[in-house]
Structure formats: C-alpha cells, structure tokens
C-alpha cells in the first residue's frame, strides 16, 4: 500500500468521525470504500484508524467511527474477520458492556450509538452469525448476560403493530357504538324534529301566509274578519266602480303601514290619516245611523267594529299577507260606504312606496306565534342542528350508512332550510324584558275581561302602541320614536293627566283606577307621583322626548367634564359648613378633677380649607427624548445613549458638534480637565508593552492584558463540528456557584455572621439564653 | 509431516516424537472452532470444569448457581460440525443440588460413575453419577474454596478440602470422614492440589501469599514453603519471607510429569516452581491478568514438546510455553472473565468457562491441505471455503469504483 493511500485513508476516516453529524457523508465514505476495495492492508489500515476513533472519549466520534465500521462490515470479509477478532472491545466501546467504560458524552448521541449498535449487532447476527463464531458468541454474551433485549426492537414493533391493531378496533367499536346511539337518537329525535318543523312551518304561514285561499282562511280565523265577511256576502260581485275606491281605501292602508313599518314616518301624517279615517267613519255611521234598521245597537256594534277595524289596521301593519284578509273586511266597509253614501270619489292621492324584502313585525296579537317561532327558531339552532350535525358527522366518519345518512342529511337540509325561511321573513321582534303575557285592554273584549282590573306589575308598561295612546291618555304623538326605548320611559307618563280624548269608557275607568291608586299611598303610582311632584321642574313628564333629549346633551357635556374623586368638598358642595374647621374638645367628665381653663372649641384654618378645597394635580404629558448623548467613544462612534439629562458615562448631555467634541467652550475646557486627571490616576509604569515584557521576564502575571485591551486568543477549536463536551459545565449554575462558593466570599460571609453573632454576644451575654449559644 | 512420517515408517525416531510433534502443532493451531459447540445450559457464570481421564469422554461443570452439567465431548456423528449434548444435568429443580455457586468439580480419576463437588454452601458432595445423587455429603464450617482428589492415589484416598479455614482438610473417602488436618497457612486457602507424580505430596495456596507443600503422611507440618526470592534474605522484606507471591496465591497447577508447579497470584504473576525442590525457576511470563478472589484453574498440555500453558488472562485464556514463559497466543472469545480452562490431552483441545456463561471449545484447525502444498492451492480452498459460505465473501458494491 502506498503511503499516499494511508495517509488519504486516515485523513479521510478523520474527517469522518470529526464532523460530528449524524449521518456519514457519502462521497467520503464512497471514496473509503474505493481505496479499502483495493487490497487488504487498506482494511487493515481503515480498522486501525476506525478502533483508534472508536477509542476517543466523544460519543460523536464514535458513533460515526461505528457507522463507517457497519459500512465496511457489510461488505468486506476480511474486515468482518478482524472485527469479529476484536469483538469484545468493539462491544465495550459500543454497546457498553463493560459498566466502568461507560460510554462518553454527549448523553443524547451516547444512546443513539448504543441502540444503533444493538440493533446492527443484532442484523449482522441475522446475517453473518453463522459464518463468524465470535459474533454469534457476543450477540448470545449480549443477549443473556448482559441482558439486553434483542427482542425489545422486534417485540416493540410487534408490540406497537398489536397496540395499533387494538387501537383500530376499538376505534371500531366506538364507532359502532357512536352510530347505533346515533340512529336511535335519531329514531327518537326524528319525530320531534318532523314536529318542529311543521310547527315552525304553520307558524311561519301564519306570519306570513301564502298567497292562497285556504292560507287566508287558516291565518286569519279571528272572528272580527269572519264578521264583515258574513255580513255581506256578496262580496265577490262587487261593482267594478267600488273596486277604484278600495284599492284606493286599501293603499292608504298600506301607506300608512309602509310609514309605520319605517318607523320614520312624520306622525304628522299619520294623524292626519288617523283622522281622515276617523271622519269617514263617522260619517259611516252617520249613513249607517240614517239608514240603520238595527238602530242603537247596530251603531254600538258599528263603532266598536271600527275601533277594532283601528286595531285591526295597526296589527296589519307588519303583515302584509294580513293585508289581504283585512281588504276583505275593507271590501265590506267600502262597500257599505258606497252602497251607504254613494260616494266614490274618495280620491286621495296616495303613494305607494314598498320596500322590496319582507318584514314582518311583533306586535300583541302576533306575540304567542312569534314567540313560538323564537322558541321553535331557538330550538333548531341550540338542539336540532347540532345534533342533526353530529350524526352526519358519525355516520361520514365510520362509513357504510348510506340509508342512515342520507335520512340525516335530509334532515339536515330541511332545518336549514326552515331556518333560512325564517331568515327571510325578517322578523322584527320586541325586546324581549318580560315574558309576562300583557292585558289585552282594547276595547274588545272589554266586557268579559275581568283580568283586566289586575294590571300586572302596576302602571309599568314597557310599550305602548302607538294608537293605545290616547286610550293611555298620553299624548298620541310624544315623539318620532315608537322604538322600545322611548316606550321603555318610566310609567310617569301613564300616570300624567289623560287628556280624555277618546271616548272608550274603559281607559276612562282605568283612569279612575289609577287615581284611586293615586290616593292610596302604598300603591307604586302614589309613589310615582309624589316622586314626580318633586322632581324638578326641567324634567317634563308629559313629554318623554324630552328627558331623552337633555340627556342626551347632559351625555355630551359628561364627556368634555373631568371625572373628579368624590370628597368632602363635592359633599359639601356650595353650602356652608357650620362646623367645618372647628375641633371641639370635650370638657373632662370626670366628676370633680376639672381640668384647666381649655378652650372648647378651637377654629382650624386648615381644616376649614381642605373641606373646600381640592387638589388636583396636573402631571403634564411625557415627551419622549429625541436627543443623543454623542459623546465620543473609543472605537470612534459617537454614545447612543438617549438620557433627558444626564449620560451615566459621560456626564451631563451637552451640545456636541459633528465629532462629538462639546461645542461650548467651558464644557470642552471640563472634559480636558477630565481626561487629564484619568491619565494622571493611571501611572506610566502600567504601559501594556512593557508589562508584558517584565511578564514575559519575570514569569508573573502582573495583568498586562488587562490594560492593554488585546485578548489573548483562545485555542483554537480542533474539530469545530464536534459538540462541546465541556460546554455542559458552562452553565449559569456552575457560574454562580463559582462566584457564590468561592473562597473569598464565604470567608467574608463568614466573617460577617461572626461578627453578627459576636454582637449578639456583647449585647446579651449576661442572658442565660444568648450566652449559650 | 512427512518427513516425520517418513523417519517414523524407517524406525528412525522415537514413536513419541511424532506424537509430540503433531499434538504441539496442533496446540499451536487452536483456534475457536465454529464446527465445535458445548450446550448453553448455565444461566451463570462457569466456575470450574473437569474432563475425566478414564475415556476422556465427559467434562463436568460447575456454574455459579450451583448447577452441575455433565457433557459428552464425543462427536460420533462423523460430521465436523457438532455440539456437545448435556448427558445430565443436576439443576435447580433437583433436590439435591447446591445452594450456591459450586467452585470445583472432579471427577473420580478411576471411574466415571462418581464424581466430587464443592461448593460455596459449606459441603462438599460425592456424587452417583448413575442416579444423580449424593453418596456422601460433607459438611463443613466454612465456604469450600476448592478440593482435590489424587490422580494418582492407590494406597489412599483422600480428598484434600481448601476452606475458609486455614486449616486443610484432608476427607477420606473410604470411611466417609474427615480423617486429617494439616495446619501452617493463615488464611483462606484457595487451591490445593495433588502431585500427579507422588501420591502422597499435596500442594496448598492460600490467601496469605504462601504456597505449601505437604506430604500427608507427616502431620506435623509442611515438607517447605515456596519462597519467590529463593531464601534471598537481602531481597525480601521482614514479611515478605517465605512467600510465593504478593498477593493472594489463587491458582495451583502441576506440570503433567509432576516435576514442576506453577501457581498464581493477584499479583498478576506467574511462577514455576520445582516441585522437588521448592526452588522458584524464575521464568518470566510477563503479566498474568488476575482479579480473582477465588479459585483460578488453569491447566498445562500434557504430550507435546515444548509443554504449554493456559491460564485465564481477562477475558481471554493466555498461552504460554512453559519453560521460557513466552506468549503463544491469546485465544479470546469470551465475552467477561475466564474462570477455568482444561486441556484436553487426548485431542489437544482446550475448553474454558468464563463468567459469560459460554463454555468455549478451542479446537485445532485442521488444515485443508499440508504445509508443503503450494500456496496456490490454498487460495483454491480459500475459494472453496467461501463457497461454502456466502457469509465469507465480500460484498463490495460497483457504485465505489
């Protein structure tokens, strides 16, 4: 073998276990094999250098040392015979079978090279076992004395296939479980789901029903639209010469809905309109009064039905589909107003202005339907849908239930379908603060309601509509806003003076009622009403916009006012303290030792003024520093530092020009001044130069290199790839506790609890206690 | 060879010394043999092993967890690769087997139907081969470091017993009692041994460093005491006096003639002694790795022309020539400690135990052809060999060229 190979060979097998990676790199250890292909003496070489390598207290090298021996294991028979010869030691430098060579650090790559050996320990024994004694020797010496499971890396997998075989069933089996809750869930729940729907379904037909006949007779059975029905019949061959009149009659309606629905709409015009009914009715009545065959009581009956027609209109205000069945009522009026008066030009120019998405709005008599759908609608989403969701998800996941499946999905597709209708129905719900069904107390059904004498939660009424109003005797009009807030205002209104402009005897005795409450003073309206007396004169009770109003300004000046700690000064504010500032001392109670003359009272200035005064502090606002302290700095930098007034190394910030050098002349002549002195303080023996050379002289170390600011430059690293064995002692705990156990430092500690204990000494050595110990 | 077989066929040489010749050629060519297997059954370490003279057949061991096998070395089967079978095998399960680790096994020298063994549980039994029982159990106070019966004996029988006590107990097996003690050592003795040459002579070591030997027909004391420095007062310290090595003395082995003994020690030396006259002979044979605080055997090759020694080394079973004490070969195969290593004479193999369980046979290789073929035929069976086995050949793969 030439020399030139050898070297190659060791600089090779060198730069191989010296790069600390864990895997070999393969165009080296290609050339390896190249050159060991060549003869035997190459192999003899390359197990030489590799034992050496195998032999170096780092566990990086060796493990790559035994990944180049593995490779050439595998290939070379004469390599194989020279390991195998040397098994032992190869074994203690691997395996550790020898328990005092343990294997070196790092710990990490320690235990690789060990599994790793282990597991090519044992593949090498698969294959070549046989052939070579000495491997089978030590992989039984492995096996049975040093008693490592072989095994373990097979049973392991084994173990591992039969726990992920487990595993699977259970998942299985969990499955299946899942699914058969699931479909009896779904068994159980269909029913409930099918019900839900269909409720939600008729109670959304009933908000907003087809347009179809037999819808309109469903939605609207109440008996004050069967009523006009049965009274005129004929209400299909109607003259084609009313139908102008209805339309028109019925688009006022709608107008006036629209302007309701907006919420927007001038009240003006609604009272106008209000009032336009309201006179044609009465002369309705007029004509019914004139040709009336029933006489009194028809006409009784007649203005009560108006006064439900005025409900009527209000209620259909949200819905539109309403609006139909209410024409047919309308029809019948109309009719009966042509047919009673022979008027037909009732032409009132109306627009029509709909707005294109559905809207459908709560009001009392839609209230149960509407809060059915809330409840239905709460039901789907919190309880149906989820639940609906979860079996689909079951059923994808464990697969193969197409029937239970597709029933589910379909299930799925039809809630969210209800719920996309009802999406679109827009329904325009109260605010819901109670849930306490309300006193119906229109005029309806007046008669028999007896409930109607126990008004629930007295005189609180958090929404009065619009047209209940004047029955409230409120002003019918108070403000643009028939929103819930306003309706929200105190009762206060309820209980101001009805202006008794309607004639509906029952808000009359409701009245009565309340003034009788009034006078009694338990009553929460007695209260109310004293409360309200007292109140100040800006805050109106008639008006509720109002007090909304100068809240609302009282809001905005709240906002520029500074917020102010409450003290005695605001407790006191703008009166006059009687006793403010005055100690009073009480004379002795004791029955005859009177002490001197003192002065009871004694009038304190101070006190006087703190209880007026108020001390507010104004800090002003930080303002960041924007200067730099600039001072020049050895390496020729200018200082960074960003200190308001002074730089903790160089003093305080003056103004510098380009360079750094003070631009004023006292402060230069200062910093002069100053770097004299430091020169002064170090002497000139202390020249780095000659130090070193009195060092070098001498052979003692008199800290030239700590003057003379070159460090000495540490050896450099052999092998820069290799992890550092001797980082792990560089840790913060071992620096600490170099500095904390240092013999210096526990002397001085010891001294000064010596010294503590000498103290304690001095001080109570006459004690029993202290004198022992 | 051949010319041997030549001055043989001419009555020109000694018929031994072909003989001595072949076998010292093959004590030379030991190597471990992969034809040559001895059953796993010790779960623990061997202690001793012991190959029986009568047909050089069976070899018993002893193991550290007081098992006793016995093994049939015979290969019968015509075929070279074979394992030696356990005939028997007194385990754990037997009722009579020892508590703890059994240190020595012998066989009886004239027959093979008994056989002794000692142990760390203070007894020392005889064993029926047959039946697998104890005929005789002695009891004594101490653990048993070691026994030995005399190879030679006809006008005795007696079994020389090293204990914990310094006293050596000397059992006769005719009346089944301890008849006798020879006193002089101060500590454990560790090995005894009787000379293959006198019946009467015994040789004892013991942990006090001295080596005695004894002829047991005088009771009062030792014949002499082997001295490492040969009565050389100037170089012996005060109680260096009188001793075989410095340290414990653990091994004991007399040449085959009897003329020489070699002994042991903690120091990791080994020294040859003349028997006769108790005279160290001063061979060097470097360092002999010995931790042992028990029993060493080793043995010496009987019938081959330089004689050889092989005692265990570490790991590994040292050879050594006898008389210059020069470093044959190691054999190493063992995995831990070598505890025992027997000769045996009739095929010049070596069996050794060694705390890694193994009982390895070390067999000669027989060579495919003779020394004088040329060495291109060795090559050819080199390609036969690995034909054989595919394990042998190379794999080099054609991506490294």
């Known amino acids: 073998m030439e020399l030139s190979q050898r070297e190659r060979l060791s600089e090779l097998v060198e730069e191989l276990t010296t790069s600390g990676q864990p895997q070999l790199n393969q165009d080296k250890m290609k050339e390896v094999k190249k050159l060991c292909k060549v003869s035997n003496d190459c192999l003899d070489h390359v197990y030489h250098s590799v034992m050496s390598q195998l032999n170096q207290e780092h566990a990086e090298i060796r493990l790559s040392a035994f990944q180049i021996a593995s490779e050439l294991f595998a290939r070379s028979h004469h390599f194989r015979m020279l390991l195998v010869d040397n098994f032992q030691e190869f074994l203690e430098l691997t395996v550790e079978t020898d328990s005092e060579q343990p294997l070196p650090p790092p710990k990490e790559v320690a235990r690789k090279l060990r599994a790793l050996a282990v597991q090519t320990v044992q593949s090498w024994q698969s294959s070549y076992g046989s052939a070579y004694k000495k491997l089978a020797l030590g992989y039984h010496f492995l096996k049975q004395v040093k008693k490592v499971d072989f095994q373990d890396i097979e049973a392991r997998t084994v173990a591992e296939r039969t726990r992920e075989e487990e595993r699977r069933r259970r998942m299985e089996r969990i499955y299946k479980e899942k699914v058969e809750t699931a479909a009896k869930e779904m068994e159980e729940s269909q029913q409930e789901i099918e019900a839900t729907l269909t409720e939600m379904e008729s109670c959304m037909r009933l908000l907003f029903p087809d347009f179809s006949p037999i819808d309109i007779q469903t939605a609207n059975s109440s008996p004050s639209n069967s009523q006009p029905a049965t009274k005129c019949p004929s209400d299909d061959e109607q003259p084609c010469c009313s139908k102008d009149l209805r339309a028109d009659g019925r688009g006022a309606k709608v107008q006036e809905r629209e302007e309701n629905t907006g919420g927007m709409g001038t009240t003006e015009e609604n009272r106008k309109t209000w009032k336009e009914k309201r006179e044609r009715e009465k002369a309705k009545k007029g004509c019914e009064g004139i040709e009336g065959k029933d006489g009194e009581k028809q006409e009784m009956h007649k203005s009560k039905e108006a006064e439900r027609r005025e409900v009527m209109e209000v209620e259909l205000e949200e819905e539109s589909e309403q609006e139909e069945s209410s024409t047919e009522e309308e029809e019948a009026d109309d009719e009966d107003f042509i047919r009673n008066s022979g008027l037909i030009s009732h032409s009132y120019s109306l627009d029509l202005n709909l707005s294109p998405g559905l809207h459908v709005k709560e009001t009392e008599d839609n209230e149960p339907v509407v809060s059915t759908v809330i409840d239905l609608h709460k039901l789907i989403t919190t309880k149906h849908l989820p639940a609906v969701q979860g079996w689909v998800q079951v059923f994808t996941k464990s697969g193969g239930e197409e029937q239970l499946l597709r029933r589910a999905l379909d299930l799925k597709r039809s809630l969210e379908a209800t719920l996309q209708k009802h999406k679109e129905l827009h329904i325009d719900y109260k605010a819901r603060v109670r849930k306490v069904m309300k006193v119906s107390s229109d005029g309806e059904d007046d008669d028999d309601d007896d409930f109607d004498e126990v008004p629930e939660k007295e005189g609180y009424e958090p929404h009065i509509p619009e047209h209940l109003r004047a029955e409230y005797g409120l002003d019918p009009s108070p403000s643009t806003s028939t929103g819930s807030v306003a309706e929200k205002k105190p009762s206060t209104k309820k209980t101001a003076a009805p202006p008794l402009s309607s004639s509906s005897y029952s808000s009359m005795r409701r009245l009565k009622q309340l003034a009788e409450e009034v006078q009694d003073p338990t009553s929460v309206v007695a209260t109310l009403h004293l409360l309200r007396e007292k109140m100040p004169p800006p805050i109106e009770s008639s008006s509720s916009s109002e007090p909304s109003s100068s809240q609302s300004s009282s809001k905005q000046t709240n906002v520029n006012a500074p917020v102010v700690p409450f003290g005695l000064d605001v407790f006191y504010w703008g009166q006059e303290q009687p006793s403010a500032g005055r100690i009073i001392k009480s004379a002795s109670q004791h029955q005859f030792w009177v002490p001197a003359e003192v002065e009871e009272e004694v009038e304190n200035e101070e006190l006087l003024a703190e209880s007026r005064s108020r001390y507010i502090s104004f800090p002003g606002s930080f303002v960041p520093v924007s200067h730099f302290c600039r001072a020049p700095l050895s390496d020729g930098k200018l200082c960074q530092r960003q200190d308001r007034f002074k730089c903790p190394f160089h003093g305080p910030i003056i103004p510098r020009d380009q360079e750094g050098r003070a631009c004023r002349q006292e402060d230069q002549e200062r910093e002069e001044q100053e770097e004299r002195r430091k020169r002064e303080q170090q002497p000139d023996w202390r020249d780095a130069e000659l130090m070193r050379d009195i060092e070098a002289a001498t052979g003692e170390d008199l800290g030239s290199d700590r003057l003379g600011g070159k460090k000495r430059k540490g050896k450099k690293k052999k092998y820069p790839h290799l992890s550092d064995l001797k980082q792990s002692t560089n840790t913060s705990r071992c620096r600490l506790e170099k500095k904390v156990f240092n013999k210096s430092s526990l002397r001085r500690v010891a001294q000064v609890m010596n010294k503590a204990d000498k103290r304690k000494h001095d001080k109570f050595s006459n004690q029993f206690n202290y004198a022992l110990n | ?401």
């Open chain 2, 1 to 401: 060879m051949l010319g041997f077989l030549t001055a043989r066929r001419a009555g020109l040489d000694d018929p031994l010394r072909l003989r001595r010749a072949e076998s010292t050629r093959r004590v030379l060519g030991l190597q471990l043999n992969p034809d040559r297997d001895v059953d796993r059954i010790h779960g623990n370490g061997i202690n001793t092993i012991d190959i029986e003279a009568v047909e050089g057949r069976y070899m018993l061991s002893g193991g550290a967890d007081g098992v006793i096998v016995i093994y049939d070395l015979e290969n019968f089967s015509g075929k070279l690769q074979y394992t030696c079978k356990a005939v028997c095998t007194i385990g754990r399960s037997s009722r009579y087997v020892h508590k703890f680790s059994v240190e020595t096994v012998q066989w009886y020298p004239y027959d093979t139907g008994m056989f002794v063994s000692s142990s760390f549980d203070k007894t020392m039994k005889v064993w029926d081969t047959e039946t697998l029982k104890p005929a005789e159990v002695f009891q004594f106070e101490g653990n048993v470091y070691c026994h030995h019966l005399s190879p030679i004996a006809r006008k005795h029988s007696l079994i020389a017993v090293g204990t914990t006590n310094p006293k050596i107990q000397l059992c006769d097996l005719k009346s089944g009692s301890r008849i006798h003690i020879l006193q002089g050592h101060r500590a454990e003795v560790l090995s005894v041994r009787w000379s293959p040459r006198y019946e009467h002579i015994l040789a004892t070591a013991s942990a006090d460093s001295k080596v005695k030997v004894w002829d047991v027909r005088r009771a009062s004391g030792s014949l002499f005491t082997l001295d490492q420095h040969n009565g050389d007062k100037s170089k012996a310290s005060s109680e260096a006096v009188n001793t075989a090595h410095n340290g414990r003395v653990n091994g004991l082995c007399f040449t085959g003639d009897g003329l020489y003994l070699l002994t042991t020690g903690t120091d990791d030396r080994m020294r040859l002694w003349n028997s006769a006259t108790g005279e160290n002979t001063l061979v060097n044979y470097g360092k002999v790795c010995n931790e042992s605080r028990k029993r060493l055997q080793f043995t010496v090759s009987r019938g081959c022309s330089p004689e050889f020694v092989f005692v265990p080394c570490g790991s590994s079973v040292a050879v050594y020539t006898l008389h210059t004490g020069e470093l044959v070969t190691m054999l190493r195969g063992h995995y831990n400690n070598v505890d025992c290593c027997e000769f045996h004479p009739d095929y010049q193999e070596v069996y050794s135990g060694g705390k890694d369980c193994n009982i390895l046979a070390w067999v000669p290789v027989l060579r495919p052809s003779g020394v004088e073929e040329d060495s291109d035929h060795e090559v050819k069976g080199a390609a036969g060999q690995s034909s054989v086995n595919p394990a042998f050949q190379d794999a080099w793969s054609s991506d490294e060229d």
